[in-house]
């Protein structure tokens, strides 16, 4: 937990959440300004800032997101059509908030390359 994360106060419900998916590691909840007609954010409860912070020590908690993301996928009524899912890290990689999310992105066609 990091004092004035507001990922952290997400995970541990100081902010509450209508999460999609959720266990002891991990919630995925809707993005608050959505860029597709399905966009959840995907955080580990624990605060790693991104994916720059991550280390060997992390190794079961990322295999647990990647193998996560198709369930949460499926409950959020992706699994057919296809989703996108992004990592943003620092600045050239657009992240505005500094706690590892994955965008979980669906609901339309997405272009490539991304802007
Ligand atoms: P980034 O730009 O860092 O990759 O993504 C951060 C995402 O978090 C943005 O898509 C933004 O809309 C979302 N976001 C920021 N603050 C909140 C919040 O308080 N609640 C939710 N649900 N999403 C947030
Ligand atoms: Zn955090």
New binding site residues.
């Given amino acids: 937990m990091q004092q004035d994360c ?1 990922f952290c106060k ?1 995970a541990n419900k100081t ?1 509450p ?1 209508n999460a999609v998916y959720e266990d002891e590691q991990i919630i995925a ?5 959505p ?1 597709a007609p399905v ?1 959840l ?1 995907l955080i580990p409860k624990k605060h790693i800032a991104n994916i720059l912070e991550a280390s060997s020590e992390d190794a079961a908690l990322l295999e647990h997101i990647m193998t996560t993301i198709p369930k949460i996928a499926a409950i959020a009524g992706l699994a057919e059509d296809g989703f996108r899912t ?1 990592i ?1 890290t620092k600045d050239n990689g ?4 500094y706690h590892l ?1 994955f ?1 979980i992105l669906g609901g339309r066609f997405m272009t490539w390359p991304p802007g």
């Avoid at 909840?29 to 300004?33: E, G, R, V, W």
């Avoid at 657009?94 to 908030?97: D, I």
């Fill in positions: 507001i997400i902010i959440v909840f809707p993005d608050i300004n860029a966009h954010l992004v943003n657009g992240q505005t908030v999310h965008h």
